[in-house]
């Protein structure tokens, strides 16, 4: 009994539906994707609580050769509340500025105690004021607390109140950083949480328990020390 044979598909219809059901997909993920983006919250770039910390590209110093150092480069981005990640204190100083000078030791203190949890960062700038001349070599001895007249305009770096810091001192003599940062002079500081978000700014003080200060932020904040 002579076979039934099938009828040959036409040549090239499979070769379509594929192409066909590939472009179908592409086409649902786009959307998908498309969606997601639209949906997604935009997250504002600012100094303000809140808001994603301004990021810098910046010459950095920690002790040996200045090198390269990007503060995003320390964001967790995929933190979230109670979960791993260092807290992140930005200063900014000048130091030929009486205060700063001073807060050298308050800043000794709080690394002393929250340098497991938390990463400092200090920015120094050069205010548009008389006698305030800075370099890299000041730089280096305010940090370092070695002998260099200057610091705090005509006093020596190694007379700096507090010890030699051990954390990056960034180099934005030239006050590239400053102006995203809202600077409202110096010292200044901020605390960001591990994902860069601002978490305390000094100048929103409405926001805070009265009289908040940086070690008290901390404490409420970060906890743990």
Known sequence: ????????????????????AALMTFGVTSMILMAVMLLAPVVKVGPSEGELAPDFSVQAYSGGEWGDFRLSDLFNKSWAPGGDGNWIVVQYIDTDCPYCWNEGELMSQLHSQWNQEVTFVTVVVELGIQG??????????????TPYDGCKTNSNCADRPGNPHSWIYIDDLNA?????????????????????IV?????????????EEMEGALQRLVGGS
Do not use: I
Not at 1 to 20: H, I, N, Q, T, Y
Not at 182 to 189: H, K, R, S, V
Not at 200 to 210: L, R, S, Y
């Open 199 to 211: 978490a305390w700014n000094p100048q929103q003080p409405g926001n805070h328990p009265e009289g």
């Open 1 to 20: 009994m002579a076979r039934r044979r099938r009828a040959a598909a036409p040549k090239g219809r499979d070769d379509d539906v594929r192409l066909m």
């Open 176 to 196: 590239r950083t400053s102006g995203d940062w809202e600077l409202p002079g110096t010292p200044f500081a901020a605390l960001l949480q591990p994902d860069g």
């Open 132 to 145: 305030h001349d800075s370099s890299r070599g000041e730089v280096e001895a305010f940090r370092d607390k």
